[in-house]
């Protein structure tokens, strides 16, 4: 399924490297991934920090986006085949499918902080990736999920099988509607705008909605910074969560599934 960075050829996967016919090879990491990314770059300076992954782990462990994945592994009970969690994070969503024998799961994200904590959770093949050029053969993978992430859309189409379909999330109107409406004066509703694309059809779409209570202080902040919001709100508004040790608020999400053809 994966596939040489440098040359393209397929990679075979030991005990120790990945090695490819032309003989590229790459050191699989004691926790079980390949890092396949090509840059000039550490590894350790692309994508998320030690401290940003740790608190997205810490976060996702106390389950409150549960009902998320409880949809996602409902969609593919039963179910038997390939999937691809395109920027997989730390592999919350990626362990919990593999968990379903009849998936052959393979997580990838351009974060090798990330990828070193989705391995130890197990469950599927992962490596270190851009999505704009992911490793993995033309047309190998039956399913793909895409969760707040960009969308390239050439790229999900390559990988997928003729029939094949992407589920990609994108948050609800009143995604932490609760946390918003502590930040700002007039909070405004999610356009639940889902990607445009010419290469994949349009499918179906679900939401999936929740109400849930963030415990500490530290959970109200992880889950700030995991939106945009946190970068675009200033410093006066962001001082009204100072103090805020626990705070109610809906959760929704809306799942879209994209066909190739």
Known sequence: MLCCPICGGPLSLGDKTARCANNHSFDIAREGYVNLLRSGKSGDLIGDSKDS???????????????????????????????????????YYTAALGANPGLDLYGFDISKEMIRLAAKRGGAVYFVAN???IPVADRSFDW?????????????????????SLYTVVPGSRHLWGLKAKLYDTPYL??????????L??????????????????DIEAVFRMTPYYY?????????????????????FVIAEYAKT
């Open 201 to 218: 059809t349009l499918k179906s779409k679900q939401k999936v909605t929740a109400s849930i209570t963030l415990e500490t202080a530290q």
């Open 144 to 164: 793909a999920i895409h969760l707040f992430a960009p969308f390239h859309e050439k790229e999900f189409s390559r990988v997928l099988k003729p029939g094949g």
């Open 232 to 252: 675009r709100t200033g410093q006066k508004d962001k001082a009204k969560l100072d103090g805020l040790n626990s705070l109610k608020t809906e959760i929704e």
């Open 53 to 91: 992954a740790r608190s997205r782990r810490d976060f996702l462990n106390k389950e409150y986006y549960a009902p998320l994945k409880d949809a996602l592994v409902s969609l593919f009970a039963g179910r038997s085949g390939t999937v691809l969690d395109i920027c997989c994070g730390e592999g």
């Open 190 to 199: 999610n356009d639940e705008a889902l990607p445009e694309t010419r290469l």
């Open 131 to 133: 999505l704009s050029s």
